[in-house]
C-alpha cells in the first residue's frame, strides 16, 4: 500500500461511520522545547563571538586532561572558559579552576547528558566577556548527549585507545554527528590492539567530513594538531 | 534516565494538540523513534501512566513504531540497512554512507474522542 493511499484514509471521514474516534496529526519534534533553548544559547554565544565546543565521550577518555593539556597550550591566547558536566561532584571543575580559567559545574543529579537549559544557568554564572572559547564538556556517555542540542558552534567525541578501534559500529550516532573525531591516549598505542585505520575507515563511512585527530594529552604528541584545528574553528 | 522530561514533553504536545482539536478524551497516542535516538518505550509508557492522570491524554495508549538505520551510499545510491558490523553496501560494497534515517523522535498523530 502506498503512503498516499494511507495519507487518504487517515483524514477523509467517513460519514456513515458510528465512531467518534478521531486521528489528529501531530507531527512535532519531541525536543522541541531543548531545541528552542538551544538556539537561545547559540545567539546568546554568537553576541559574545564565543566559539563553544561541546565534547562528548565515554567516562574516563580523557576529556578533563585534554582540556587542562589545551589549556596549557593555548596559554592566555586561549581565553578559555568551561562549562564541567558531571552526574555528581566539583572534581572536574576543581582540576580547571586550579589554571585560573572560568568554569561552572554541573551536577545532573543522576542525569545521564547535559541539556540546553543546563548550559543556559551555567553561562549566566560565567563572564562572557572575558571567554573567546568555551568547552562544554558533557557528561561521560557515548549515546544520550548525542540526542541533545546545547546551542554549540561544534561537537567533538573522544575515544581513547584502550576503549577499541570497533566503537563506531556499537554507537554510530555520536561518531556521525560530530564535527571532529579525537583519539585520545595515544601513548597507549603500542600496548593495545587499536587498530587505527579501521577506526578512520569506520568514522568516515559514517562521517566523511570529520578529520581524526590522534594525540596523548600526557605525552603532548599529536597536541598541535588539535590546537590547529580549535585555531581554524574559533571566530 | 533522560526519559521523564521527555515524557513530559510529548504530555504537553499531546494535551495541547488535543485541546486545540476540541477532543474530550486522548485514546492513543503514535510516537516515533529512530534506532539511533536514545530513548526507551516501556520507560516513557512508565512515566506516561504517572503523569497522565488528570490531563486529556489520562489513560491514553502509547503506540512506539521504530524505525531502523538506514543508509544510502555515497557510491552508487544504493539504500541498504547496516546490520551489526556489516555496512557494506550490498550493491557495490563501499562502507557505510548518509544516515537517512534512524535519527527520528517525535509524535506523530493522537487518536482522540
Redesign the interface.
Known sequence: MCEGHDHTH?TVQNPLSEN??????????????NDRAAAENRQHLEEHNITAINIMSSPGSGKTTLLMATIKAMGENGSIGVIEGDVASQVDADKIAETQTPVVQINTG????L?APMVHSALHALPLDEIKLLFIENVGNL??P??FDLGQSWKVALISVPEGH?KP?KY??IF?AVDVVVVTKADLMPYMDFELDTFK??V???N?NAPVLVLSAKTGEGMDSWVKWLEEHRV | MHELPVTESILKIVTEHAAEAGAKKVMSIDVVIGELSSFIDDTIQFYFDILSPGTLAEGAKLNFKRINTRFRCRKCGQEFEPEGQNWLCPNCGALGGDVIAGKEFYVDSIEVE
Open positions: 487517515a467518534k474516534d478521531r486521528r489528529v496529526p501531530v507531527v512535532q519534534n519531541i525536543l522541541n522545547a543522576g542525569g545521564c547528558h541539556d549515546i544520550c548525542v540526542s570497533d559500529y554510530p550516532g556521525e575507515e569506520l568516515h563511512g559514517l566523511p
